[in-house]
């Protein structure tokens, strides 16, 4: 069987909130809680975080459907508040582990966000471009409430 060919994802992004708040968003598990999750009516269930070059994360959210999915990896790359990279991996996948990179820059009172998934292989159901634009909507609202 042949091997698929990777993928990646980017997704420039423009927060209407200052680069900190956007950081503390991708990097306090109390925020992760309220925006994780490509459904919009979705919920977070669990959310560990140990923000550090090494450290893990794992959230865990439930869709409107019922189904529990639990994306987790480790830290590769911390540089508050501006860049943080890391391996994701679903729970429900393993072996299937990919690479996401997060640059925040600031614009006046906004954030401008690169956001780059990559190694992505065939293998994965989900469906990544249109997920992570939900999942980010999501993350708008929330930093809209703050």
Known sequence: MAEQPTTTV????????????????WTDPEIVGRWWGSDPDGVVTAATLDVRVGGRFAV???DTTGDSHTSEGVYL???????????????SEPGNTSRVSVVLTSDGSDTEMRFVHSEL?????????????????????VLAAR
Request: aromatic share 16%.
């Open 10 to 25: 980017e997704i420039l992004h423009r927060f209407r909130a200052p680069r900190e708040a956007v950081w503390r968003a």
């Open 60 to 62: 865990s959210f439930q």
């Open 77 to 91: 790359h911390v540089e508050p508040p501006t860049a943080l990279g890391f391996t994701w991996s679903w729970v």
């Open 121 to 141: 292989h065939g293998a994965s159901e989900h469906d990544y471009a249109q997920g992570w634009r939900r999942t980010f909507a999501k993350l708008d609202r």
